[in-house]
């Protein structure tokens, strides 16, 4: 591992120039991203090549706790007499940059006073950091989400070493970090594709498919991605809903591929919901945790995604959920297909949709006709 870590240090160090400080008009909200992989995985020499390529888009880098005497590291003095200290850092192509040694919001809260100067925001997390935990951030500090919205979660996978990450045993059943950043991602860029043949490339596809079966995958080398591809995800907001719509009408049920079984479950229902019992599902499903698999073991969602009818709304309901938060958000769709079919699929463990399905129909559709 030592050499990989070697190839993410050795990244050249972004050009600085001096930072404008006067505080600009205010614009509209700003998408933040998040990113994240284990250490190695190639984050750091992703977040480089946005820092250093000119690429004509004005984005704001938050670096978490840059590893010891990384090139970047060397430029940017974060720490002064052992408190923390921020600068943010304008570079050459446009982008800002600063490190932090938190979960980055007091970063963001500094960053919203250049508003004008940059139109996205990509949150680095730690290589064990869960970026469920950090999302689920964004939605429970009102204040700031009157500035940013979540656009979506990418994690970065070591084509080498990445399935040995994801098949990790961890003491007394707990999930392992690998998992749990495939599981709550929204795009996973499986990075170092020239360093593993064909068959190990699929066999590890075949993994982050059947622990998340909504999860886009790009492949690249050296972390050079299409931008286009990471950013404007739309993975939170209603903007999704079309697309969300799509993605759940393909989207297939993924058997437990791995030892530690995170799996995609997916269940369609045709009817009208009521929105005071679905509440009630979902809160008794992520907050009381007292729907049981048959091995009466409680079922863990880590991600929660959903298109419904609710009654008395002709609009598309989306649902996302990330762990114990989640929200309910009216979509500009209109519900084309009679009789509409809500869509849900749940990513977590000891997942048994028999189950999850009998309990949805039984106590959240008010007509009680199933597909």
Not at 80 to 91: D, F, H, R, V
Not at 199 to 215: A, F, P
Request: aromatic residues 6%.
């Amino acid at each position: 591992m030592d050499g990989i870590m070697v190839e993410e240090e050795e990244d050249d160090c972004p050009e600085l120039v001096p930072i404008d400080t006067q505080p600009s008009c205010p614009a509209e909200q700003i998408p933040v991203t998040i990113i994240t992989g284990y250490l190695g995985a190639g984050k750091t020499t992703l977040l480089n090549y946005i820092l250093t390529e000119q690429h004509s888009k004005r984005i704001a880098v938050i670096l978490n706790e840059f590893g010891e005497g990384s090139a970047l590291e060397k430029s940017l003095a974060v720490s002064q007499a052992g408190e923390l200290y921020e600068e943010w850092l304008e570079l050459r192509n446009g982008c800002l940059c600063c490190s932090v040694k938190d979960n980055g919001l007091k970063a963001i809260e500094n960053l919203m006073e250049k508003k004008g100067k940059f139109d996205y925001i990509l949150l680095e997390t730690t290589g064990l950091a869960d970026p469920g935990a950090v999302a689920s951030m964004f939605w429970v500090d009102a204040e700031l989400g009157s500035d940013i919205y979540l656009d979506g979660i990418v994690t970065v996978i070591d084509a080498k070493y990445g399935l040995q990450q994801l098949t990790e045993k961890k003491a007394d059943g707990l999930i392992n970090e690998a998992a749990r950043q495939v599981a709550v991602a929204d795009l996973t860029i499986i990075n170092k594709t020239d360093l593993v043949n064909e068959e190990e490339l699929k066999h590890l596809k075949d993994s982050v498919r059947s622990i998340n079966g909504l999860v886009k995958i790009l492949e690249t080398q050296r972390s050079r991605v299409d931008l286009s591809e990471v950013l404007d995800l739309h993975s939170f907001d209603s903007k999704d809903g079309a697309n969300l719509a799509e993605k759940l009408e393909l989207v297939k049920p993924t058997a437990p591929h791995l030892d530690k079984s995170i799996l995609t479950v997916t269940f369609e229902v045709i009817g009208e919901l009521s929105e005071d019992a679905l509440n009630a599902f979902i809160q008794d499903l992520l907050w009381e945790k007292v729907i049981c698999n048959k091995e009466g073991r409680p079922m863990t969602v880590i991600r929660l995604k959903g298109m419904v009818s609710l009654a008395g709304k002709t609009h598309q309901v989306m649902l996302q959920g990330v762990h114990e938060l989640y929200e309910l958000n009216e979509t500009p769709q209109f519900w084309e297909e009679s009789p509409q079919i809500n869509r849900l699929v749940f990513i977590g463990k000891n997942l048994d949709k028999d189950i999850l399905q009998q309990r949805f129909v039984s106590t959240v559709v008010l007509s009680k006709r199933q597909s």
